[in-house]
């Protein structure tokens, strides 16, 4: 007790001994339900002075109590979380070092001090998940979940873990559960988009899409995801066609190309539809107008196969010469009348036309082999090995391979997407030989 405390003790007792000598007076106190009892009115005050007092230490002595109590909990506590962080410290570090078996020492020696630390039980999980113990991995993400179950590094782990094991509708169930929390984590819809891609579920893919675009912030992302959605849109219509629902592919392609006005697998798949529902006419006009829009060999190569089909070369010859008299440099239209007139067998015409081209030093493989093919049915087989040597591949067949302008993958069936980089509309004919298989 503090200097000033006892004096203040004192001071009180002192007025209480004056007032008593002036007081003699009793007063009656009546106990509830009790007796009735008389008392000097100093008593009386000296009583009810030692009940506050009493009454006050112990309120202090809980108060007290209570802050000591406290007071070591933290301490204990603060030792723990010390303790707890050092062992996760020692766990990232052997994470780094590819020291899984130390990492997971220190991760079960947290969860001993800790059980409901839930970044070590999503390491842990981490390092089942990674050598193939996806029970463990489950149930070390399951815990985590329990502990907090918005956690989002929880939800995406288990949505990791479900696509690995092959359980896609639990997979897509978590990713939905990211997005009630946080609706526009393009993370999640990302994963999402993967799914559906996977399942083939175009519809949807659509109306994410355009979700994804609402969310991407810089010119270069939205431009991306632009294109994913033309993509999407365009694949939709592909599906429809393979479901025989041509309304719905139509009305898909001609969306497609009012966004983008040249992307050839819309067209070529508009044609395809009109093929389909018997009008050849307006389909050979579509291919004709966007050849002599965009100049694309992949058109020509359509048109070709589909007028010849139709039993119009000539018509084709005219759209090829058309063509060259407004792109008279051009090696590439003039190979391809070279190599219609070989297909109709008018070897002269062939031999006139190809051998007149200047590739300008570029390499044609295709084109030497097709003069090789040429000077063998003009019975000069050493000019034909010399146009064969020059060939970088020599095949029987004039078919050309196609090539990914975007990752130079190689195909020899053409395709609206390119199976390597999953872009669309970029496929070329691999004429120069720049792609190698």
């Known amino acids: 007790m503090g200097k000033l405390s006892i004096f203040i003790v004192m001071l009180f007792f002192g007025v209480v001994a004056l007032f008593a000598i002036n007081n003699h007076e009793v007063t009656t106190i009546k106990v ?20 506050g007092f009493l009454a006050t ?10 802050k000591f109590i406290e007071n070591w909990q933290y301490q204990k506590k603060r030792k723990q979380d010390i303790k707890v962080q050092g062992f996760y410290s020692k766990a990232l570090n052997a994470l780094l070092a590819h020291n899984e078996e130390s990492a997971k ?8 001090e800790e059980p409901e630390h839930i970044d070590a039980l999503l390491r842990l999980g981490n390092i089942a ?12 993400y399951q815990k985590a979940k329990n502990i907090n179950p918005k956690k989002l590094e929880t939800l995406f782990a288990l949505e990791g873990l479900m696509e ?3 359980r896609w509708p639990e997979a897509m169930k978590y990713l939905e559960d990211i997005l009630d929390i946080d609706d526009s984590n393009l993370t999640a819809m990302y994963q999402k988009r993967g799914i559906l891609e996977r399942q083939g579920k175009w519809d949807d893919l659509v109306y ?8 991407v912030h810089s010119e270069k992302d939205k431009k991306r995801e632009n294109q994913n959605l033309i993509g999407y849109k365009y694949e939709y219509g592909r599906h429809s066609i393979e479901n025989n629902q041509l309304e719905k592919a139509k009305k898909a392609f001609k969306t497609v190309l009012r966004l983008e ?7 070529l798949g508009l044609a395809e539809v009109m093929l389909t529902e018997g009008d050849s006419e307006e389909a050979v006009n579509l291919l004709e ?3 002599e829009n965009t100049y694309s060999t992949i058109l020509l190569a359509r048109l070709e196969d589909l007028l010849i089909g139709l039993g119009e070369p000539s018509r084709l010859i005219r759209i090829y010469k058309n063509s060259i008299s407004k792109r008279p440099n051009d090696p590439v239209i003039k190979f391809f009348l070279g190599k219609l007139f070989y297909r109709l067998e008018m070897i002269d015409d062939a031999f006139d036309t190809l051998t007149g081209i200047d590739t300008g030093g570029a390499s044609y493989p295709k084109l030497h082999q097709v003069l090789g093919n040429l000077y063998t049915r003009k019975n000069q087989p050493e000019k034909a090995a010399q146009e064969f040597r020059k060939a970088v591949e020599i095949k029987l067949s004039l078919r050309l391979p196609y090539c990914c302008k975007q990752c130079r993958h190689t195909a020899d069936e053409w395709s609206g997407r390119c199976p390597a980089c999953k872009h669309w509309s970029t496929y070329q004919f691999n004429l120069e030989g720049a792609c190698k298989a």
């Open 129 to 140: 998940a990674a050598e193939d113990d996806y029970q463990k991995a489950d149930d070390c």
């Open 164 to 166: 690995k094991t092959g």
């Open 261 to 267: 006005k040249d992307f050839l697998p819309a067209i």
């Open 105 to 112: 020492d220190a991760l079960e020696e947290i969860l001993a």
């Open 208 to 215: 994410l899409q355009k979700a994804v675009l609402k969310h």
């Open 32 to 51: 509830p339900f009790g007796s009735v009892y008389e008392i000097p009115k100093i008593a009386l005050i000296l009583l009810s002075s030692g009940i």
């Open 289 to 291: 107008k966007s050849y």
């Open 57 to 66: 230490l112990f309120i202090f002595a809980i108060r007290d109590t209570k």
